[in-house]
């Protein structure tokens, strides 16, 4: 297996924090004269509880909020523009990785050097921060620092969350495990507690009843648990060792097994199926926190929410005089309290109080705000009938662009795909269905049999049942074309691939 040349990552390290003039000097600590902080973002999960906006391909992290950024572009941001940070590592599904590097592209002004982890499927936190120490020490040593962030929170005050970095590295250099404590404004029963004594860690409490909640706010000692961590490689490695040594044990092996691509300010290590199928599903808070001695908390007040239900995301938005929060074309009468969304469509909504509407082109989901956290529910019975509407939106992502299905009925489907300047489908073909492609923007290298040719805006070209046929967009520019199948089955499954630049379902 390759492995990043660690000769090479200088570049992505701190500069002796004591000299450089962007970063307040740790105090009482003694610096190293290079110290490696690596903003580790963990970017997964399925986020039921906002579906229908939430899809499995399109969880959490991607939900776009009213300033036209992403959760996770947020948490990107977050982390590359700590001081003096210059490489920034990612663990997310192998699915994702596209759509996820997309997001990053969009947002990144500083062209900081990213790294990728890619899990073939969830594994929770425990293997993933494994993994992730175990490239960290790889590439940067045993001392460098990891920062972790989830990529689907919000964090409001990005100066409050900078001091509380500050003071997770000073206790990270003494050999702590650090977590985030979030001072709470209110009994919240959606959150795990760390009761606490400045910054030692008395215990974990998981997500209590409202009166224990009530107890545990009034006491001011409980702390809400954020699912951030500062520490060292080293300390991390030694905790997993004594406390969970078969996830760091099988995560270590399947690492030996995985392939690692490497590039100009970029790498990507892909999980190998088999081996990740032996890495224990468990929780760092349940392999590590709860068990360790070396555990440490920062208390923080930074304006964190984990935007765990429609109710928290749609008090992001400021209440009209009704107390109703909208996004689109809303009609109302006689309506109070209510978060009502729509992507696409006018809605009406008459006689309602303490309700949510979300309306997407494919889904609509209508909750009394005092049931919000049981939308899960609708998400569960979806994934076991096997519905798309759980899986993805009717706009999918895929390495080379998009596709929307615009209609489809007995016999017939119709698609708008756009493909990325560059980008490549696979050279494939589909045994129950034939392809009518007319391009209307932009222009489309196609590959239909033995032909070889190139459609431009307003041609067209047919493709039967069984003929191998591949499209690249050569130019510039976005194309967009639709394509209208008909056949007997139009499953996405009915497709052989002969060449695929992704090696994945393009």
Known sequence: MNQLNKTDTSSMCLAGIGSNPDVTPLSSVAVPSLLCLIPTILCGGAGSRLWPVSRELHPKPFIRLADGQSL???AYLRGAQLPG???????????????TADEFREVDTTK???SFILEPFGRNTAPAIAAATLQVAKAHGSDAILLVLAADHLIADQGAFQQAVHKAVELALQGKIVTFGIQPNMAETGYGYIESEGNKVIRFVEKPALDKAQEYFASGRFLWNSGMFCFSAAAMLEQMEKHCPDILSATRSCIEQSRMATGDGFSQLDLDVGAFKNVPDDSIDYAVMEKSDKVAVVSCDMGWSDIGSWVALGNLDAADAQGNRTQGEVVLHDTHDCTIQSEERIVGVVGLSNTIVIDTPDAVLVANKANVQ???????????????????????????????????GNGFKIKRIEVKPGASLSLQL?????????????????????????????QSTYIPAGQKHRLYNSGSVLCIMIEVQTGNYLGEDDIVR????YGRAS
Not at 92 to 99: C, G, P, Q, S, V
Not at 430 to 452: M, P, Q
Not at 498 to 501: A, H, K, P, V
């Open 72 to 74: 996770l572009q947020k």
């Open 498 to 501: 002969f060449q695929d630049n």
């Open 374 to 408: 049981e939308v899960k529910h609708i998400y569960a019975q979806l994934k076991a009938k096997g519905h798309d509407a759980h899986k993805h939106h009717r706009t999918v992502h895929r390495p080379w662009g998009t596709f929307t299905v615009l209609e489809e």
């Open 430 to 458: 589909h045994h129950h269905r034939s392809e009518h492609w007319i391009v209307v923007s932009g222009s489309a290298h196609v590959v239909n049999g033995d032909i070889d040719l190139i459609i431009n805006t307003n």
């Open 112 to 114: 900081t050097s990213t």
């Open 85 to 99: 940070v210059s490489h920034l590592l990612t663990v997310t599904n192998r699915e994702l990785f596209y759509k």
